[in-house]
């Protein structure tokens, strides 16, 4: 025989009276976490992801490389024009700089109100006008800093025995090749060093034979379009009568 209800007060008790609320409600419980599993797998896999958020700080940095320049000489036919330029741009409320061998940092923080994209603009054409009386040398980029224009790591090579010209070439043609290659690398920029320089040392009795000056011999090399051309002249008078 079937077991009758019990009573409760004389009237037969409802089907799950007296049980645990999370017992009677478990179907929709487990229905609403089985639909919130599926709704978070899906954006789990569509919402795109960032890990660094779009924040426009009100800094532009402008970098300068030129080769291995003293710093005395670096402090003053480029970091202190660089200086006294970009007073010029709006929204500027303040310079700060660092000088080192070869290379130099100029920082420029403005207001926070600042449309950093219109100030880039301005910053790169005031950079333009510089470009001319800034030694032939020297290389200028200006970025806006955010979170993925800066390199996150930096190495140093330094050697007692290997010359700076050697150190630029395996970090040029050595390292940066490999790091580039490597997942997640932006960019990788080489910075200071000396760039190998060739001289080259006519003969005079031979140019004369062959009906060749030193221009021709110059715009050999420019045709090449693969070596910055530097020129010094020699006199008749000097010891040295190279001409490179």
């Not at 478990?26 to 709704?39: D, E, G, H």
């Amino acid at each position: 025989m079937e077991p009758r209800p019990e009573l409760k007060n004389g009237e037969p008790r409802a089907k799950g009276e007296g049980m645990p609320w999370f017992q009677r409600l478990s179907s929709p419980v487990l229905f609403l976490t089985i639909m919130l599993a599926l709704i978070g797998g899906y954006l789990a896999f569509s919402i795109p992801i960032s890990v660094f958020p779009n924040t426009d700080f009100p800094r532009i940095v402008i970098g300068v490389d030129n080769g291995v320049m003293p710093i005395d000489q670096m402090l003053v036919t480029i970091t202190r024009p660089i200086e006294e330029a970009v007073n010029s741009v709006p929204g500027l409320t303040g310079v700060r700089s660092i000088t080192s061998r070869g290379s130099a940092e100029v920082d420029l923080f403005l207001d926070w109100n600042s449309d950093m994209i219109l100030t880039l603009q301005r910053v790169d054409a005031v950079v333009a006008r510089l470009q001319s009386e800034m030694p032939p040398t020297a290389k200028l980029e200006t970025h806006r800093l955010t979170f993925a224009v800066f390199p996150i790591i930096g190495y140093s090579l330094t050697s007692d025995s290997v010359p700076q010209n050697r150190l630029w070439e395996i970090a040029t043609y050595d390292l940066k090749p490999r790091m580039n290659r490597l997942v997640g690398v932006a960019s990788v920029i080489v910075q200071g060093g000396r760039v190998p320089e060739f001289q080259v040392t006519p003969d005079p009795a031979r140019l004369v034979s062959a009906g060749v000056t030193v221009q021709d011999i110059l715009d050999s090399v420019k045709k090449t379009m693969i070596i910055a051309l530097g020129t010094r002249s020699c006199g008749a008078n000097t010891d040295d009568n190279r001409c490179a």
